[in-house]
């Protein structure tokens, strides 16, 4: 069975190429981080068999990597393609949310237990301080779900009960990474780089906890009736930020009344927008700081997405070497950095 030499190539170039679309901030090639987890899961499948690993353990491997592989995909198509991997579990829609949260859990868990099953003898002193992360990361989790806000007074509280039955199986497994990445950094030294991988696994597990304690279904909630809601923005004017609209029960008059007097009438669209504009562009040109100037500047966010993104590229990278280990080096990456890969048997 030959192992593709060119795979590493597609990998580190589709990953570069999501990298440096996060760090600047700018669309570069659409569908970058998808690519990069195929070509992963293509390595991962073309790797040799081998005879001590247990069959289960690889099949674990290669569903995990599948099922983020599904999750890149639809996170990129939601976000125009260039949603992977920052945009996993953020979507307002519940059953996107869901659908991408449960992909993202069940990915990490499967691959979590693909190490667990070739740690060498889980039950030693060794693993003590994986079980006390995983204890952490449960408690934390618990205190997340059983202390939500409500902004509101008036709002209806979140149903505890729920928040625990949706949240805490997400702990789980976020916890079960920390006793496998553990498992693995203290089993043969070809096992450790799998921790990386499983760190990476558990950043993804946790947006996908984040994302789900935050989605409106599971935070306080208006009572139901007549309530005043704003309508969405759709312009410049101060007449269309102030414009309600009313539930049936209350007409205008009524809202008017609740609110107090209508707010005055606002000046032309054209001379009060391009005044504003006006006025900010001279602050920023007057002003002796860089960081406030259009040219040049650089979101630090984005430094820090850009370096998000990497951890869980290179963190993965590494889970596959050392789940789907070569037999022998292959001729066009020998003497590389990158020797592990293109490899053939």
Not at 45 to 62: H, N, Q, T
Not at 309 to 330: K, M
């Amino acid at each position: 069975m030959q192992r593709a030499t060119w795979l590493p190539v597609v990998f580190l170039t589709a990953a570069g190429l999501q990298v440096a679309t996060i760090y600047y901030d700018h669309p570069v090639v659409p569908y970058s981080g998808t690519l990069a987890m195929v070509a992963l899961l293509a390595l991962a499948c073309s790797a040799p068999k081998r005879a001590s690993v247990r069959p289960w353990s690889r099949r674990a491997a290669l569903t995990g990597l599948t099922l983020l592989t599904a999750v890149a995909l639809l996170a990129d198509g939601r976000e125009d393609g260039y949603g992977w991997p920052m945009a996993v579990a953020d979507d307002s829609d519940t059953v996107a949310l869901l659908t991408e949260v449960l992909l993202s859990t069940a990915g990490a868990g499967a691959l979590a237990l693909a190490v667990l099953g070739r740690a060498t003898r889980l039950f030693q002193r060794r693993n003590l301080p994986g079980v006390v992360a995983g204890l952490a990361v449960l408690a934390t989790a618990a205190y997340i779900a059983k202390h939500p806000e409500t902004p509101y007074d008036g709002m209806i509280p979140a149903d505890i009960g729920l928040r625990l039955n949706v949240l805490m199986p997400v702990a789980a497994v976020g916890a079960a990474l920390c006793l496998a990445a553990n498992a693995a950094w203290t089993s043969a030294a070809a096992l450790r780089p799998a921790a990386a991988g499983l760190l990476a696994a558990g950043v993804l597990s946790w947006a996908g906890f984040t994302g789900l304690s935050e989605n409106d279904a599971l935070q306080a909630q208006w009572p139901p009736g007549p309530q005043i809601r704003t309508e969405p923005y759709t312009g410049p004017l101060w007449s269309d930020v102030s414009a309600l609209t009313v539930s049936p029960g209350l007409s205008r008059a009524d809202v008017l009344s609740l609110i107090g007097n209508a707010p005055p009438p606002p000046p032309a669209e054209e001379d009060w927008w391009q005044a504003a504009l006006t006025d900010w562009e001279a602050d920023i040109r007057h002003n002796e700081n860089p960081l406030l100037s259009f040219e040049g500047y650089h979101d630090p966010r984005d430094s820090a997405a850009a370096l998000e993104a990497t951890v869980i590229a290179v963190g993965l990278a590494f889970l596959v070497l050392a789940l789907f280990p070569p037999r022998r080096p292959g001729p066009y990456l020998r003497g590389s950095g990158w020797t592990t890969w293109g490899w053939t048997a």
